[in-house]
C-alpha cells in the first residue's frame, strides 16, 4: 500500500510541474514573448521593426557583394541607427531597436549568402 501511495504522490508531482510550465507558456504567448524566434506573438510594431530590418539588411548584402565588400552583419552606416522608422507608441523602444536588428541581421545572412 505504501508503494502505491509513492507512485501517486510522484504522478502528482508529475502533473504539477506539468501544469507549470504549460500554464506559465501560456502566460508568456500573451505578452508577446513566448518564443523569440516566433514573431506571431509579436506585437505589430516590433514585426515592423524586424521587416523593415529584414529589408534594409538584404540591400546593404546585396550592395556589399556587387562592390565586393566582406560579409559584415551588423547594422552600419545609415542604418546603424536601430530605432529607424520607431515611433513612441510602438512601445518599448530597445525592442524596437532589438527587433529591427535582428532582422537586419537575417536580411544580410540570407542575401549574403550564409546561415
Do not use: C, W
Not at 504539477?16 to 500573451?30: E, K, P
Amino acid at each position: 500500500m505504501k508503494i502505491f501511495r509513492g507512485l501517486n504522490s510522484l504522478r502528482g508531482i508529475a502533473l504539477a510541474g506539468a501544469l507549470t510550465l504549460g500554464l506559465g507558456g501560456a502566460a508568456l504567448a500573451q505578452n508577446g514573448y513566448y518564443q523569440p524566434q516566433d514573431y506571431r506573438y509579436d506585437p505589430p510594431s516590433f514585426r515592423l521593426a524586424h521587416d523593415m530590418g529584414y529589408e534594409d539588411g538584404a540591400l546593404v548584402a546585396r550592395q556589399d557583394l556587387l562592390h565586393g565588400k566582406p560579409y559584415q552583419p551588423y547594422p552600419r552606416g545609415k542604418y546603424a541607427h536601430e530605432d529607424r522608422g520607431y515611433r513612441s507608441d510602438y512601445g518599448d523602444k530597445y525592442a524596437y531597436m532589438e527587433h529591427y536588428a535582428r532582422g537586419y541581421q537575417q536580411g544580410y545572412e540570407r542575401t549574403f549568402g550564409r546561415y
